[in-house]
Structure formats: structure tokens, C-alpha cells
């Protein structure tokens, strides 16, 4: 265990970093350099093409050890980005590595300031004089090591979700599948093929709910939703709310006495079931009962009571019978808490409400679907046994428009901004399954650009284009419909001939946007983890921690990231699931030592502070005959809101100190020329 | 003192898990703003003590930004709560003592917002410019 060590006097090493030209094109790096040696406590100043390459740490940790130097300064890009790395290096010439203080003057400064050079310059030397007035205070710290708890969650049972869960299952560790949903499956289990193979969707899908059904190393938690998460990376304490869902499980008919009964799958209770409302598996285009399955091959395979629809006739419950005893209707939501050291989400997404862009008549005119409601028609365990049909009149159409980027790449206000990146290519698989299905017919697909990025997906395109699908460029305008016939004209207007179209079709699809699920902003407040601007699930870094968010030990898989298909989904997933694995396979995390403590001698014992911590870390305790506040540490998570508030000043808030945060100031305001 | 030259010298206090991580994507996309302005890191604006600010108008500021997550988005649950609330009756001093209130400012970016961060910079900047220098200032040191 290190050991915490005082030196006499601060002494400071200064290092510039050019960053190629990323700093130096806008600021005059030996200037600042030069500048920095003028400063008090500087011993060393020194400027380097790269700091952040091996030569330029290495400068770092040579300097500690001929110098005697007690602190760092590294002006280059965001601590964000580096601290880590300039703290391995401070560590590695022999120093505590919170001694360690970074100046960010490129994201701050010489990419935001490009045409100001003087400006930066001068802005570069304050924030180096800041540092220093920083780092000639910082003190050694000892990070805290907390166990890892063994188990882990993933939240969210789609494609990614369930990859993770195997992933991290099949590592060994203990995994909770929570599923708010009756069902696993997400909607890859809704789709018919799956492009650009064209295998069956549930037939690859539905293996993989059975590996997870089956997996000794998952609990799976269907029909069951996040209600509360306390704790932090190696000990999430996650509140689940169970919903009633009225029927139970073998399992838990054992448990309740009730011996060889529980819910056997065989659907007699439905039968029975007087109520009928849509099937939302089916997007309403197929009836269900009260008691239901959505489809055949649902995991588990357990019936679910729809509450809100019951009538509490008992019906079903007689039909059941004595035996299985397996429907209880007076069913109460069951809350249970679990401890587990990792969490990745997987939530998914859903379809933008396409009717929003009225011109193109979405929900007024039967004939115009979205592409989603196209896989349940196309799919023969669909609503219509396969056979795509009008809904006005139930004719087969021969001639299909196809709208791409419906609502995506659209900056009306209206749609979405992004691409939603499968669009294009299930368009493609939905073009060739109308050629191949019925004879004679043709797809339009009217397109602003096909983005076919994958591999075998551009061959794909090339191939749609050979078996006869027809490709306009242009974007849809309007859909009006024939009062009469129930057809629909698509007006658009051909930007590679340049002229307007007005063509008459028999159905339109439309390749509606994706958009964040409406319990996401719920999500990830409870996890702590921030949205990107059209609500998708902020990753750590974009490019260098995708699977990552900022909160510690919560990570990211599949849709809920942003618009991604099925092979990228199942890649995040895996990557989450090794991410989430490393901590607790390392069985501890490190702690970073931001920790409040109290200065007894200062504390006044008023207690003013035990109210603001809003994780409850404070309390007042005896100390030989005074009251004086106490810091559970464990508990503490360093966010400082103690300390800027106890009027006694008692609270230290560990490399965040009031001297170090006055410091500063003060030297921004009065160190430099006045 | 309103000489042409003159530029206000302005403190931000930000905190680390959003506005900071929206300054730096303002970086990333090259949104440019005008360089007064010079930012002290802190995990979260709970951080912020009324009497760093009092510190930094005593030193001479122009002008004070804190700048945080966005309500319900604090890293630490609510430490931007308290902070406002803070800032709130700490404009009530400062108007008491005779300094113009819009000298202090808090502003919620998220770690997504790098146009916004760019927004925040003129306009603070813009602020505290056609307020001129602090009646402090002289007082200084
Ligand atoms: C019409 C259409 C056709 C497509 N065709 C293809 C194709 O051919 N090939 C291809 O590669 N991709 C295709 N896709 C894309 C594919 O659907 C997605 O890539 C894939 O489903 C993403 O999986 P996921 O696990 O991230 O999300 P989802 O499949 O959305 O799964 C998320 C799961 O999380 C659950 N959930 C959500 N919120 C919570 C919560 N708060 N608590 C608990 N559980 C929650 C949901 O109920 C759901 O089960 C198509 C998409 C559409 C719309
Ligand atoms: S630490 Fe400060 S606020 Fe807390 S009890 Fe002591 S004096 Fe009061
Ligand atoms: S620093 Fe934050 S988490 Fe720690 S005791 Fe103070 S208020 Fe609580
Ligand atoms: S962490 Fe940003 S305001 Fe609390």
C-alpha cells in the first residue's frame, strides 16, 4: 500500500504539449512554455510535440526523480481525455498520481479560439498559472479499493440484451435478465428475414431465448421493471418491481405447495377469455385476449393476465383447473432488491409515430403502413399467414411504393435529424420479398441515398436492383388517396431527371424513423447515465469507449446507444458484456479518493451538512465530549456538496480542497499582469 | 477604467460530468467563441461554495459563470438543486452590496450540448462586456 508523504516545499514541473498542431497551430507553444518557467514553484518547464507518447511521458517521470519535483503540469488536451495517462506517469517517476494537474488548452482553448492566436496564448498561460496554483497544493491520496459484488444485470431483452446476458452468463457470473416485456425477444422476434442473408428472424432468435430460458447462470425476470437504484460499481443495489402478471410458474407453484402445477403453456385459458382487444406484438392487426401469449414461441412460455382488460369473470381460472392451479387473479406487483456489480442496458428502441408527418396520411388512409407492420404481413406466422394484403379491401397489391428516410434525416422539426440506419437496407429485403411472393409485382422505392455500408449489404443492393426493384431518387412530398379505389398517388419529384412524379400505386410502406423508447429518460436517470441530444444513451467516448457511460460500472448495448442493426447490436452487446465482466472478475474497482472529511477542530457540530449529502454519508457522531460530523466513506461519492456548503469551512473536500479551489481563483485574478 | 481595450476577465466554475464534457465537445465540433472567460473544474456545481465567488468578485471578476447538468441530471443526483438555490440568494447579496447580479450566472449544459456551450460563451461574455468593468475591481488584492 502506498504511503502518504509531505514535502517541504511545492516543486513544479511544467510541460506544453503541441499536439502536432492541434495547440500549436493556434497557440505560441514556447511562449507558453516560457512563461510557465517565470511562475513561482516551477522548477522544470519543458514542450514536446506529443506529451501524451512514450518519450513524452517518460520527460514526466525522469524529471520526478532528478528534480525532486512534488508536483505535475501538464497543459494539453481535456483531463477527460488523458488525466489517466499523465497520472501513470507521475506514478511512474515516483510520485503520489493525484499530484497531477492538466491544463486543457486545446478542447477549451485552441480548437475554440483558431483565429484569436494572441487571445489563446495569453488564455493558455492563465490556465497553466491556474494549474500551478493547483497542483503546488495537491496532496497524495490513496484510492479506496471496494470489493466487486459477483452478479450483474442487464436490462432490456432484445437481441443485445440477451447476447450480453450470455456473454457475461457463460463467463461464470451470475446475470439478471430484467425484461419488462412478458417476453424476450425485443423486436427482432417481430421481424420476418433479416437482412442481407435473408435467414429466418425467429429462426435464429428463437435458439438463442432458449439458451437464455435454459442458462443456470440467468434469472430471468420477464415482465419486470427497474424502480430504484442505489449504490455505485461493484455494488449496485437495483429495486426491481415484478408486475402482477396472475399467472405462475411451475417454480413458484412448488414453492406455494401447489405440487405438479403452475402455468404448463397449453393455452386452455384462453379459450375461455371473453374479453378481445389488439394484439400489440401484432401492432393491433391481430385479436388477443385477456390472457395471453403474444406469439407461440414466447420465452417463457407463461401466460400473462392484461389486468387493465380483465374482467375477474374466472373463467380462465376454472379452466385451468384444480390441478395446475396456476392463474391467481388477485396477483399484487412484488418488489425485490438485488446486488449486483455490473449493469448494462440494452433498451432498445421504437418507431417514431410516422401519422406526426400528416402528408403522408399514415393512420387516415388504410393503405399506407409502416415498414414494421409490413414484416408482421409478410411473416406466415403473422396476422395474415404470410399473404401481404390492402387492408382497404383485402386485395394482394401489385404495385408498392416504398418511402425511405420517413421522418430520419429530416430537419423540419418535425422527424429526426439522424439516419436511422436500417432503413434502407430492410427496405431492400422488404423490395426483394415482394418480388419473390407475388408474381408480377414491383417495388418503388423512393430513396435520397442508399446507405448499404455493411459487408455483403452494398452486393445486396445490387442484387434488389437486378431482381427488378425500381429506384427513384427523390423525396415524397405528399400521398393523396382515391377516395374511390382506396389507391394512393405518391408525388415526389425525380431529382435525377429532374421533373415531378405523380405516380399511382396500390400501397405505400413507409420506412419510418426510430426513436428512444419513452421509459429511456426514466432509464437512465435511475442509472445516472446522460442522453445524447435526441435522447439515445450517451456513450463514455465515441469513439474510444462505446460500450461505456460515464457512470462507472453501467454500460451500453444495442439500439439505445443510437440506431444500429442486428450484427452491430450483437457486437456492442458482446463488447458490454466484456466490459461489464472486468471489474468483477477482478473481483475489486479503485475508488477514486475524492472523499469529504471532517476537520474536527473547525466542525461546529450543526449538522447542516447531514441534510445536504444526498446520498446520506453524514451523520454526527460524540468525539471526546463534542458532537462533531462523521463521513461514512464507503458512502461518500466526492461530489463536494458538503463542502460548499458548511458555514464553518470544516469540510475538506480531498482534491478539491477550498485552499486549492481559492487558489485558483486567486491566481487567475490577481497572478497574472494586472 | 472603460478604456477600449479593456476585456472582462470572467471565472467559470464547471462541473465535470456535464458542462465540462459540453465545453469539450464545443472543442471537437471547432465551435468558436470569444476567449475571455477561464474555467475552474469541479466534480459537481454542489462544489461551489458562495464564498468562492465572493473570493473571485473580491479579486476583481467581471464576471461569474457556475454552469452544471441539467436538472434530474446531476451526477450526483441533486447537487445542481443546491447549487442554484445557492446562486439564487447569492444574487440577492450581491444586489444588496451594490453589484449587478447579472455579474453571476449559472447556466445547465449537458455533456451533449457543444453548441449550446458556445451559445453560453458569447452570451455571458456579451453580458458582463456591456456591463464593464466591476465597481470592485479597484479594490482589488
Ligand atoms: C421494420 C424493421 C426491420 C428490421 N430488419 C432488420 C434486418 O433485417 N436485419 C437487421 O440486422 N436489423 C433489422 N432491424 C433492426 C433491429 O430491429 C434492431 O437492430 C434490433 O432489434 C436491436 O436490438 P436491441 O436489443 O438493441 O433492441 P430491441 O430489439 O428494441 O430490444 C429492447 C428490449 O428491451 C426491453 N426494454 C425496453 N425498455 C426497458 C426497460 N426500461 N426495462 C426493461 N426492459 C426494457 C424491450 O421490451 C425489448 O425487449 C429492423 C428494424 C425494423 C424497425
Ligand atoms: S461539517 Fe460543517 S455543516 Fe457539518 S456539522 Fe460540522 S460545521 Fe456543521
Ligand atoms: S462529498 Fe457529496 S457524497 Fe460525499 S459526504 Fe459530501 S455531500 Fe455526501
Ligand atoms: S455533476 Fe454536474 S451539476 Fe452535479
Redesign the interface.
Known amino acids: 500500500m502506498a504511503e502518504v508523504k509531505k514535502y517541504e516545499e511545492p516543486r513544479i514541473g511544467v510541460y506544453v504539449c503541441h499536439c502536432g498542431t492541434n495547440i500549436a497551430g493556434s497557440i505560441d507553444v514556447k511562449a507558453v512554455m516560457e512563461y510557465a518557467r517565470t511562475l513561482p514553484n516551477v522548477i522544470v518547464a519543458d514542450d514536446y510535440q506529443y506529451m501524451c507518447s512514450t518519450p513524452g511521458q517518460n520527460k514526466i517521470a525522469e524529471a520526478i526523480k532528478e528534480q525532486k519535483l512534488t508536483g505535475i503540469v501538464v497543459a494539453a488536451c481535456?483531463?477527460?481525455?488523458h488525466e489517466p495517462t499523465f497520472r501513470a506517469a507521475t506514478k511512474e517517476g515516483g510520485l503520489n498520481p493525484f499530484r497531477f494537474e492538466m491544463a486543457?488548452i486545446?478542447?477549451?482553448?485552441s480548437?475554440?479560439?483558431?483565429?484569436?492566436p494572441e487571445?489563446?496564448t495569453?488564455?493558455a498561460k492563465?490556465?497553466v498559472r491556474?494549474a500551478v496554483a493547483k497542483a503546488s497544493l495537491l496532496e497524495d491520496l490513496i484510492p479506496k479499493s471496494v470489493p466487486v459484488e459477483k452478479t450483474a444485470m442487464v436490462v432490456g431483452g432484445g437481441v443485445g440484451g440477451m447476447q450480453a446476458a450470455l456473454d457475461l452468463a457463460s463467463a461464470g457470473i451470475k446475470t439478471y435478465l430484467v425484461e419488462k416485456e412478458p417476453t424476450i425477444g425485443g423486436r427482432m422476434s417481430q421481424l420476418d428475414k433479416t437482412f442481407p442473408t435473408l435467414d429466418c428472424s425467429q429462426c435464429i432468435l428463437t435458439p438463442k431465448m432458449v439458451d437464455v430460458f435454459r442458462h443456470e447462470n440467468i434469472e430471468l425476470l420477464t415482465y419486470t421493471e427497474v424502480e430504484e437504484v442505489e449504490g455505485y460499481i461493484g455494488n449496485f443495489d437495483v429495486t426491481l418491481r415484478k408486475k402482477a402478471r396472475g399467472v405462475i410458474t411451475p417454480e413458484e407453484a412448488t414453492a406455494r405447495g401447489i405440487i405438479g402445477g403452475g402455468c404448463t403453456g397449453c393455452g386452455d385459458c384462453v379459450e375461455v377469455c371473453p374479453v378481445i382487444k389488439p394484439n400489440p406484438f401484432e401492432l393491433g392487426m391481430a385479436p388477443m385476449k385477456a390472457i395471453y401469449v403474444y406469439h407461440p414461441q414466447v420465452s417463457p412460455l407463461i401466460y400473462t393476465v392484461d389486468f387493465d382488460s380483465c374482467v375477474k369473470c374466472g373463467l380462465c381460472v376454472d379452466a385451468c383447473g384444480n390441478e395446475r392451479k396456476a392463474i391467481d387473479l388477485d396477483a399484487k406487483d412484488e418488489l425485490m432488491t438485488v446486488k449486483v456489480g455490473t449493469v448494462i442496458l440494452a433498451t432498445g428502441y421504437e418507431i417514431f409515430p410516422i401519422e406526426k408527418k400528416f402528408e403522408w396520411g399514415y393512420k387516415n388512409y388504410d393503405n399506407v403502413i409502416t415498414s414494421l407492420e409490413f414484416e408482421r404481413l409478410i411473416c406466415a406466422s403473422g396476422p395474415t399467414g404470410g399473404h401481404l394484403i390492402r387492408p382497404s379491401d383485402g386485395e394482394t397489391p401489385k404495385k408498392i411504393a416504398f418511402v425511405l428516410c420517413a421522418g430520419s434525416r429530416d430537419n423540419t422539426g418535425v422527424g429526426k435529424p439522424y439516419c436511422s440506419r436500417f432503413c434502407c437496407m430492410y427496405s431492400l429485403k422488404h423490395a426483394h420479398q415482394v418480388i419473390e411472393k407475388i408474381p408480377g409485382a414491383v417495388p418503388y422505392i423512393f430513396y435520397m441515398d442508399i446507405r448499404s455500408f455493411g459487408k455483403m449489404y452494398e452486393e445486396f443492393y445490387y442484387r434488389i436492383q437486378d431482381e427488378g426493384a425500381k429506384f427513384i431518387r427523390g423525396r415524397v412530398a405528399s400521398i393523396l388517396e382515391d377516395p374511390v379505389t382506396k389507391n394512393l398517388h405518391v408525388n415526389a419529384e425525380d431529382t435525377l431527371l429532374g421533373r415531378p412524379i405523380d405516380m399511382e400505386v396500390d400501397m405505400v410502406v413507409l420506412a419510418a424513423a426510430i426513436q428512444p423508447t419513452a421509459e429511456t429518460e426514466k432509464t437512465r436517470?435511475l442509472f445516472?447515465v446522460?442522453?445524447?441530444?435526441d435522447g439515445w444513451l450517451?456513450e463514455a467516448h465515441p469513439k474510444l469507449n462505446p460500450c461505456g457511460t460515464?457512470?462507472a460500472g453501467v454500460y451500453l448495448a444495442g439500439v439505445c446507444q443510437g440506431p444500429k442493426d442486428i450484427p452491430d447490436t450483437v457486437a456492442q452487446a458482446e463488447g458490454a458484456a466484456s466490459a461489464a465482466s472486468i471489474p468483477i472478475h477482478r473481483g475489486e474497482v479503485e475508488l477514486e479518493p475524492?472523499f469529504a472529511v471532517c476537520l474536527e477542530d473547525k466542525c461546529a457540530g450543526c449538522g447542516m451538512c447531514v441534510y445536504?449529502c444526498?446520498?446520506g454519508a453524514l451523520s454526527l457522531i460524540e468525539k471526546d465530549g463534542r458532537t462533531v460530523m462523521h463521513v461514512t466513506e464507503a458512502k461518500c461519492?466526492?461530489?463536494?456538496?458538503c463542502?460548499?456548503?458548511c458555514p464553518g469551512?470544516a469540510i475538506w473536500?480531498q482534491h478539491?480542497t477550498?485552499p486549492q479551489?481559492?487558489a485558483?481563483?486567486?491566481a487567475?485574478?490577481?497572478g497574472g499582469e494586472q | 477604467m472603460a478604456d477600449e481595450n479593456w476585456k472582462p476577465?470572467i471565472?467559470a466554475?464547471i462541473c465535470?460530468?456535464?458542462s465540462?464534457?459540453g465545453?469539450?465537445l464545443?472543442?471537437?465540433a471547432?465551435?468558436?467563441?470569444?476567449?475571455d472567460i477561464?474555467?475552474?473544474?469541479?466534480?459537481?456545481t454542489?462544489?461551489?461554495?458562495p464564498?468562492?465567488i465572493m473570493?473571485?468578485f473580491q479579486?476583481?471578476?467581471d464576471g461569474v459563470l457556475v454552469s452544471g447538468c441539467h436538472f434530474?441530471?446531476c451526477?450526483?443526483?441533486?447537487?445542481n438543486y443546491?447549487?442554484a438555490k445557492?446562486m439564487f440568494l447569492l444574487k440577492s447579496v450581491l444586489k444588496n452590496i451594490g453589484l449587478e447580479d447579472k455579474r453571476l450566472r449559472m447556466t445547465f449544459v449537458?455533456?451533449?450540448?457543444g453548441a449550446k456551450w458556445?451559445h453560453v460563451m458569447d452570451d455571458v461574455i456579451k453580458t458582463v462586456s456591456e456591463l464593464g468593468p466591476s465597481p470592485l475591481k479597484e479594490f482589488?488584492?
Open positions: 481535456s483531463p477527460r481525455l486543457n486545446r478542447e477549451q482553448n480548437w475554440v479560439h483558431m483565429h484569436q487571445e489563446a495569453e488564455k492563465d490556465s491556474i436517470r445516472g446522460s442522453c445524447s441530444q450517451l460515464t457512470t475524492y445536504q444526498p446520498y461519492k466526492g461530489c463536494g456538496t463542502g460548499g456548503f469551512g473536500m478539491f477550498t479551489i481559492v485558483q481563483i486567486d487567475f485574478l490577481l | 476577465k471565472i466554475i465535470n460530468w456535464c465540462y464534457a465545453a469539450d464545443a472543442g471537437g471547432r465551435i468558436q467563441y470569444p476567449p477561464r474555467a475552474v473544474r469541479v466534480m459537481c454542489g462544489r461551489v461554495d464564498l468562492f473570493k473571485a479579486d476583481g471578476a434530474g441530471d451526477h450526483y443526483l441533486e447537487g443546491k447549487a445557492r449537458s455533456a451533449s450540448e458556445g482589488a488584492r
